[in-house]
């Protein structure tokens, strides 16, 4: 895999907040990666913070003390993505090894190998209930696994190109694939059938993630805008224009507020009920390839190129809206 190469930037993207926004802030900043990080992701508790890297190692920091809890290794490419089960007692990772892995955060043991990708894994997420994972490969598929059983349950095909992203519905109905071919897939997960495919952008579509209530679903990508559509209909309800393309989205907790990782180093707050920008984190020092909310919507972390992790204290901003 290889990393992707953006024009140069003309705009410099500074710290921007609104008046009553300003405390926004970045709270901390996590080293340790000896490369870029590529995925970030908080345990359900939100007391652990994951972080994947192209240095092909996953590492569990403490969320609240910095501290590094353990280093896991075991992949032979880059870990591009990071995903815990909904009880927190599994960790996935997928990676350019064309493997993902499933590991017990609290001891640091790998439980699992999953093979089946023909290409790297880009993006892994498990289903509300904990008990399938749905994997997206550069081998233009989407493949979904029994946890429990170890065993491949379907392989859905149909993108052109690379799938960058997949995230299941909040009800665990609908998955959601974004790809490299400009479109994003509604799948059903009763049948693995496809609901509906979405178009609008005119490039990649490298991240897409539903709302909380299961409504609305994201979708962010190198045309350098993000898009809001209606799940039911597949209705195109806004686009919010970025500077620059877009590498990873996420929705707070209480749903009133998109994050969006760019490749102008920043990170970017909107709000949805009336697409204003609320605010622009700047710090990092290269793309922002990852970006996850805690859940209690205090904290933001994201991951960056720079090969660091920072942690952002958005407290004022989720509680405003």
């Known amino acids: 895999m290889q990393r992707w190469h953006r024009p140069a930037l003309s705009l410099l993207v500074l710290l921007l907040c609104l008046p009553s926004l300003v ?35 996953l590492k569990l920091w403490n969320a609240s003390t910095e501290e590094l809890l353990r280093t896991l290794v075991g992949h032979t490419g880059w870990v591009s993505s990071v995903a815990f089960s909904p009880d927190g007692r599994i960790l ?15 001891t640091g043991t790998l439980l699992r190998t999953l093979v089946g990708h023909a290409d790297g894994v880009v993006s892994v997420a498990f289903s509300p209930d904990g008990k399938l994972l749905a994997a997206g490969s550069a081998d233009n ?7 429990a059983a170890g065993v491949e ?12 992203s997949v995230t299941f519905s909040p009800d665990g109905r609908t998955l959601a694939s974004g790809s490299r071919d400009h479109t994003t897939r509604l799948w059903d997960t009763a049948t693995w059938t496809v609901l509906r495919t979405l178009r609008g952008h005119p490039d990649w579509v490298c991240s897409v993630t539903f709302s909380p209530d299961g409504r609305s679903l994201a979708s962010g990508s190198l045309d350098r805008t993000l898009t809001i559509w209606d799940v039911a209909t597949g209705t195109l309800q806004r686009t919010l224009d970025e500077n620059s393309g877009v590498s990873s989205v996420a929705f707070s907790p209480d749903g009133g507020v998109l994050a969006s990782g760019s490749w102008d180093n920043t990170i970017k707050l909107w709000n949805l009920t009336t697409g204003d920008l609320l605010c622009a984190l700047a710090g990092h020092t290269d793309d922002v390839n990852s970006v996850a909310f805690s859940p209690d919507g205090r ?16 407290a004022a901003v989720t509680r405003s809206q």
């Open 299 to 314: 904290t933001l972390a994201s991951g960056s190129w720079d090969g660091t992790v920072k942690l952002w204290d958005v």
């Open 92 to 106: 996935a990772s997928g990676s350019s090894d064309k493997t993902v892995k499933l590991w017990d955060p609290a």
């Open 23 to 57: 405390q926004a802030r970045e709270e901390r900043t996590l080293a340790g990666h000896a490369n870029g990080v590529l995925s970030v992701a908080f345990s359900p508790d939100g007391e652990i913070l994951a972080s994947g890297s192209a240095d092909k190692t």
């Open 153 to 164: 349950t379907a392989t859905l095909t149909g993108h052109a190109y690379c799938v960058r």
């Open 141 to 147: 598929t989407v493949k979904v696994w029994d946890i």
